[in-house]
């Protein structure tokens, strides 16, 4: 599904490398965690990934089912099946979120060479898709983002992740500014959207969001680069000590 | 005092190419016009208020020419169930006008009152463009009034069941339109008009408007898609207790716009809000100037402005509320913003407030910026193409703006055409 080859990032105003060689291969069907301490380049990667401006990838490429997205723009990796879940989802004023939502739907069917959803079709999909997240209405109404609570801005990425039924989905931070209620509902939005052609890439600092999206295979971050792989066990470590005994196990 | 020369010679050779129509009972009222606009002088560049705009063409004696625009597309407003009033280069054309008589409304040619002695509209034609002149002068509103060579009087006398449709037809391209409107709303009564079209290749237009107690009437305007044309517009309005007047504007390309806004806040608990969306490309220059007097009571007043810019476009803002001494209570609110597409396009704003009265608020907001950045990557990583996010981002920009109508059908119609304009360029 994805897969990543000595990825190298710098950022394009200053001097600064902030991924040096990175591998990664996600497949569908999988659920991967990468954790890393701050500035060790997780979100970093999630944003070059998805596009956007201000890194300069200096090494490395990274394929979608074989096809190199690095060149695409950010609408056509989009439409190729990737999906950014922001860890800041940004507010909109003026633009409603149901309008938001169809316009990017069918944008993507279009670029497809699908043809797009009819109005009625598609209120129906979102309706029934925002009941299970208790999205409620007056929020699909209102602008993107706008006014919303942190729990309700991450409900709302994944609302839009289930819409959109992407191929591989990256969450960055996904848990940041949740209370435990708003992190089950949002785990369980995610965790219903888990099938076999699907693929997941789960980018956290704490392991409870694991608690409840169960990955098949944990990462760690460090300095740029994946430092350690493991199963779900890896996850307990990091929770339990902390990240500087692997930092210091893999140095040594 | 006398005028500086230049004035006085630009003033005279702009008077000489015009001739004072027959005037029947607005006989005085055009007299006394005209002897103001030799008082005032026509405006130049040298005037504060004409600062960011340059008024030469709209006082020249001769019209730049324009050529009549073919849009390609239904004229705004095509579709609604309306009575339509249409005016040909500034001629009232009674064949593409619907019959002019409807429940609640009365509506008049200027051309047909001057040859009665009496008329209502006396007692208003150039009276609330008089009272705009100060304390700012607005020589062509003076120039509209004496000169006018058609236009309508209407008076709402109760609630017609359809909006009236001033539509201005551009066919000739040296012409010089003159159009004066006066609208007298009289107490509980109310109505919607709607205004498109380019008119001429110059357009001097007046509106005076008064609305008694308890009335209130809408003015929805478009101006454009046509880019040659120039326009100086001017709405006088008067507001009774408790009544309620609203506009808006939407303006796209023209090489020279300015409307002017002047509305004065009678009696008390009235209501006004004006706005404008614009949307101007390369040599554009779109100049609204606004100045709302409160001297009554519990008033509130908003001015909502929203200006896209691009390719070196400029978006001009003068925009004043005036509380005089008494008028405690009010409500005043201000907001003008530009959206500037790239680094040539310009917006020159000046708000003020100037505040006689010690229990009042008052607001005004002014800022220029450039497309948020972090939005577009946001719709863009959702699979929103480039443009069309942009077109999306602009649409929600000019959405305050376009919230100021009040009729959802016609703020949709609004929207739909702001669509259809802002795709074309994809």
């Not at chain 1, 369980?188 to 098949?216: C, M, S, W």
Request: aromatic share 6%; glycine share 8%; charged share 25%.
């Amino acid at each position: 599904m994805l897969e990543i080859k000595n990825l190298q990032v710098k950022l394009e105003d200053e001097d600064k490398q902030i991924l040096k060689g990175l591998d990664l291969k996600v497949e569908a069907g999988k659920v991967h965690a990468i954790m890393g301490p701050n500035g060790s380049g997780k979100s970093t990667l999630s944003y070059v990934l998805s596009g956007r401006d201000g890194y300069e990838v200096t090494e490395g490429s990274a394929t979608l089912e074989g096809e190199d997205i690095l060149e695409l723009e950010p609408e056509e990796r989009a439409a190729a099946g990737m999906f950014l879940a922001f860890q800041y989802p940004v507010e909109i004023p003026g633009v409603g979120n149901m309008t938001f939502l169809r316009t990017a739907v069918n944008a993507q069917r279009k670029a497809r060479g699908e043809e797009e959803l009819s109005a009625s079709d598609f209120l129906k999909e979102v309706r029934a898709k925002a009941k299970t997240l208790k999205i409620d209405a007056d929020m699909l109404k209102r602008p993107v983002n706008v006014g919303f609570s942190g729990g309700e801005k991450k409900r709302n990425e994944i609302l839009q992740m289930a819409m959109l039924e992407p191929k591989l989905c990256i969450l960055d931070e996904t848990d940041s500014g949740l209370d435990v209620d708003a992190m089950k509902l949002v785990a369980e939005g995610v965790n219903a959207l888990r099938d076999e052609n699907r693929g997941f890439l789960v980018i956290t600092h704490y392991q409870r969001l694991l608690d409840h999206i169960k990955p098949d295979v944990v990462h760690i971050l460090a300095g740029g680069r994946i430092v350690k792989t493991g199963g779900p066990e890896l996850a307990l470590e990091v929770e339990n000590n902390g990240y500087a005994g692997i930092l210091a196990e893999v140095d040594a | 005092m006398a005028l500086p020369e230049a004035k006085q010679t630009a003033t005279e050779a702009r008077l000489a190419a015009l001739e004072l129509p027959e005037g029947g009972c607005l006989k005085a009222a055009r007299q006394a016009a005209l002897s103001r606009v030799q008082t005032m002088g026509l405006p130049s560049r040298r005037d504060e208020y004409w600062k960011y705009t340059r008024p030469d063409t709209l006082t020249a004696a001769e019209v730049s020419k324009a050529a009549v625009f073919e849009t390609g597309e239904a004229p705004m407003f095509d579709g609604f169930d309306r009575l339509k009033v249409v005016f040909v280069d500034g001629v009232f054309d009674a064949d593409a006008s619907d019959d002019l008589s409807l429940e609640g409304i009365s509506i008049e040619r200027i051309a047909d009152i001057c040859e009665k002695d009496i008329h209502w509209a006396k007692d208003l034609y150039g009276v609330l463009e008089a009272r705009g002149q100060t304390p700012v002068q607005r020589p062509l509103a003076a120039l509209n009034t004496a000169f006018a060579t058609d236009g309508v009087v209407i008076h709402v006398t109760g609630t017609p069941s359809k909006p009236v449709n001033l539509v201005y037809r551009h066919a000739d391209e040296a012409s010089d339109a003159i159009l004066h409107h006066v609208i007298k709303v009289d107490s509980g009564a109310s109505a919607t008009i709607l205004e498109n079209g380019p008119a001429a290749a110059r357009f001097n237009k007046c509106m005076e408007i008064d609305v008694a107690d308890g009335g209130a009437l809408h003015v929805v305007r478009a101006q454009g898609r046509d880019h040659e044309r120039r326009a100086a517009t001017h709405m006088f309005a008067r507001l009774g207790t408790e009544s309620v007047f609203k506009s808006f504007t939407l303006t796209v390309n023209g090489v020279l716009t300015r409307n002017e806004a002047v509305v004065e806040l009678t009696g008390d608990d009235a209501v006004a809000h004006i706005a404008g969306a614009c949307v101007g490309d390369g040599d554009f220059h779109h100049d609204d100037t606004v100045f709302i007097t409160h001297d009554a009571v519990n008033c509130e007043s908003r001015q909502v402005f929203k200006k896209v810019l691009r390719n070196g476009a400029t978006g001009v803002f003068q925009g004043k509320i005036l509380v005089k001494e008494g008028a405690q209570k009010t409500d005043g609110y201000q907001i003008s913003q530009s959206l500037l597409l790239d680094d040539d396009s310009q917006f020159l704003a000046k708000p003020e407030l100037e505040i006689y009265a010690d229990d009042v608020a008052c607001s005004h907001g002014s800022t220029s910026g450039a497309i948020d950045e972090e939005g577009l990557f946001y719709l863009r990583s959702r699979g929103v193409p480039k443009a069309e996010a942009t077109d999306l981002m602009t649409l929600a920009f000019l959405a305050e703006a376009v919230d100021e109508i009040e009729d959802a059908d016609v703020a949709g119609a609004i929207i739909e055409r702001l669509e259809g304009w802002l795709a074309r360029r994809h």
